[in-house]
Structure formats: C-alpha cells, structure tokens
C-alpha cells in the first residue's frame, strides 16, 4: 500500500489555501461576533439562548470556510482542461491528517457536550437550591408573593390555550384572567402551560420561552424578564383551522409599579365574574359555553 505524500508542486496550493482559510477565518468570526443572535436579550433565558447560537456559529464559522474555500480553489484550479475521461492519482491514506482531522473534530464535539452538560447542570442546580429564573423545566418550588410590589418568589402564571386564543390566570392575585400576558421586569415567572381542547404549543419568541400546551399537562417553564417592552405570543403547533390567528401582540413587559397598577385593574375588572370561574389548579377543565370549529 503506498502512502499519500504531499508532492513540491502541490505546497505552494496548500499555503494559499492555509493564508486564505486564516484570513477568511478571522473575518468570519469576528462578522459573527457582530451579529444581535434571536431570541434577543429581553429575558434571562432568551439571552443565553442567545450567546448559545453566537458560541455554534463561531465555531462553526472556521470549518464552513475551510469546506467552501477548498471546493472553490479545487474548481479553479484542478479543473480538468481536456474532454478525457482520465482517474486522477489514488490516494490511499495520510496517518498525520487523518490524526488531525479526527482530533480537532474531537475537540470540537466534546467541548460543545461538555457545554451543553454544564448548561443544564447550573439550570438543575439553579432549581435544586432555590434560584428561580435561571431554571427551565419542572419545578416543585413554592408559589410567589401576590403583596403589591413584592419581587421575591416565582410569580404564578397559568398559561391557558384553546382555540385559537391564550388566556393568563394569575395564581398570586386570586386566579385574575387575562388575555394578555403582562410580566413584571427583574422578577422571576414560573408559566403553568396548559391546553382545554388539543395539543397547542406557547411560543413567546422574544423571550425566549417555547413549551408545548397539551390537555391535561401541566408544563412548567420559568422566565425572568430583564428587559421592559412588548413581545407577541404564538402557536407554534398546528391546531386547526385557525390556527394562524392564534397570536397575542400586546404581551408586555412592565416595571414592578406600572405591574401592580395594571394587575390591581385586572382584579378589579375580574370580580364580577370571579364567582364563575374555576379557581387556580394545574389541571383547568371548565366547560366552555361556546365551542368554535
């Protein structure tokens, strides 16, 4: 078996492909070091959401450059000149480059598993000794405090779906329904998700929160807003005719006072017909008077 050398005259191409990948490389990275990466930075969560796409696509930058570049520079200049059909050279293995290939493929992998396990590790933690906000998934933690002002424990919020509308139940202020999602800035939120009818799904982009709402689930996710202005609310599961039209756009995220004025509003305007309406529990099963679809 003969063993795959890199002949002289194929050095000076294997510098200007190394100069052009360094460059290019450089670039790339710092163009996506630059760019404002989706969900944003309105909420805790959306914004390590955020460093999360910025960290993939810088790493991801270098290896998408080399792939392009070695493609074009083979077109250009290894392109075949003659009609002939002729085999090129066979090329039967290079210990060294393949060693480097898998090692540096290696590294990339495992740092990125080992980021991901020490993401959800710190989330679990965050959970475990108390921290609300910075968890995402379920939690047996205690409810918030309803007393005006109060920035202490996760506030309670039932996020209740059907077609095609979201509607809000705030544990803290006596079961207060809303329909729309209003989110005191710097105080952490755990969101009950929910569903009367079918599977919906509650996507709340700008803050990054994305949880399925399945009939008789209770789905938690928790979310701290860092961020005061409006965010909309979707569907983001396909739940029947008009599902397109299963959207919120006045969901907003208001300071602690203007929160406690809007919320003390709400109660007022909910006491007339609070004695009809099911009290807070995870499980929400009123019996609808009206049945769209």
Same mark, same amino acid.
């Given at each position: 078996?003969?063993?795959?050398?890199?002949?002289?005259?194929?050095?000076?191409?294997?510098?200007?492909?190394?100069?052009?990948?360094?460059?290019?490389?450089?670039?790339?990275?710092?163009?996506?070091? !630059?760019?404002?990466?989706?969900?944003?930075?309105?909420?805790?969560?959306?914004?390590?959401?955020?460093?999360?796409?910025?960290?993939?696509?810088?790493?991801?930058?270098?290896?998408?450059?080399?792939?392009?570049?070695?493609?074009?520079?083979?077109?250009?200049?290894?392109?075949?000149?003659?009609?002939?059909?002729?085999?090129?050279?066979?090329?039967?293995?290079?210990?060294?480059?393949?060693?480097?290939?898998?090692?540096?493929?290696?590294?990339?992998?495992?740092?990125?598993?080992?980021?991901?396990?020490?993401?959800?590790?710190?989330?679990?933690?965050?959970?475990?000794?108390?921290?609300?906000?910075?968890?995402?998934?379920?939690?047996?933690? !205690?409810?918030?405090?309803?007393?005006?002002?109060?920035?202490?424990?996760?506030?309670?919020?039932?996020?209740?779906?059907?077609?095609?509308?979201?509607?809000?139940?705030?544990?803290?202020?006596?079961?207060?329904?809303?329909?729309?999602?209003?989110?005191?800035?710097?105080?952490?939120?755990?969101?009950?998700?929910?569903?009367?009818?079918?599977?919906?799904?509650?996507?709340?982009?700008?803050?990054?929160?994305?949880?399925?709402?399945?009939?008789?689930?209770?789905?938690?996710?928790?979310?701290?807003?860092?961020?005061?202005?409006?965010?909309?609310?979707?569907?983001?599961?396909?739940?029947?005719?008009?599902?397109?039209?299963?959207?919120?756009?006045?969901? !907003?995220?208001?300071?602690?006072?203007?929160?406690?004025?809007?919320?003390?509003?709400?109660?007022?305007?909910?006491?007339?017909?609070?004695?009809?309406?099911?009290?807070?529990?995870?499980?929400?099963?009123?019996?609808?008077?009206?049945?769209?679809?």
């Amino acid at each position: 078996m003969g063993v795959f050398r890199i002949e002289e005259a194929d050095r000076p191409h294997l510098l200007r492909l190394l100069i052009i990948w360094v460059v290019l490389s450089i670039v790339g990275i710092l163009a996506a070091l !630059q760019i404002h990466y989706p969900p944003y930075d309105q909420s805790v969560q959306g914004l390590d959401q955020s460093r999360t796409l910025a960290l993939l696509t810088v790493l991801a930058t270098p290896v998408f450059i080399g792939v392009v570049i070695m493609v074009l520079y083979s077109a250009i200049y290894f392109r075949r000149t003659t009609t002939e059909l002729v085999d090129g050279p066979p090329m039967l293995g290079n210990t060294p480059v393949q060693i480097a290939w898998i090692a540096i493929s290696a590294v990339l992998v495992l740092f990125l598993a080992v980021f991901g396990i020490v993401t959800l590790a710190s989330s679990n933690v965050a959970q475990a000794v108390g921290t609300p906000g910075r968890s995402i998934g379920q939690s047996g933690g !205690q409810t918030g405090s309803g007393t005006i002002g109060g920035t202490g424990p996760e506030l309670q919020v039932q996020v209740v779906a059907q077609q095609w509308y979201f509607t809000y139940r705030y544990a803290d202020y006596g079961g207060v329904e809303t329909t729309h999602l209003y989110l005191p800035v710097d105080r952490p939120v755990e969101l009950h998700v929910t569903s009367l009818d079918i599977i919906h799904s509650f996507w709340a982009y700008q803050l990054g929160v994305k949880a399925d709402a399945n009939p008789g689930v209770d789905n938690i996710f928790h979310v701290t807003a860092q961020k005061t202005g409006s965010f909309q609310v979707r569907c983001a599961e396909l739940c029947g005719l008009w599902h397109g039209h299963m959207a919120d756009s006045e969901g !907003q995220v208001v300071s602690q006072s203007e929160f406690d004025t809007w919320i003390a509003q709400q109660q007022k305007d909910y006491e007339v017909i609070s004695k009809a309406v099911p009290s807070y529990a995870p499980f929400y099963f009123p019996e609808p008077l009206l049945k769209a679809g």
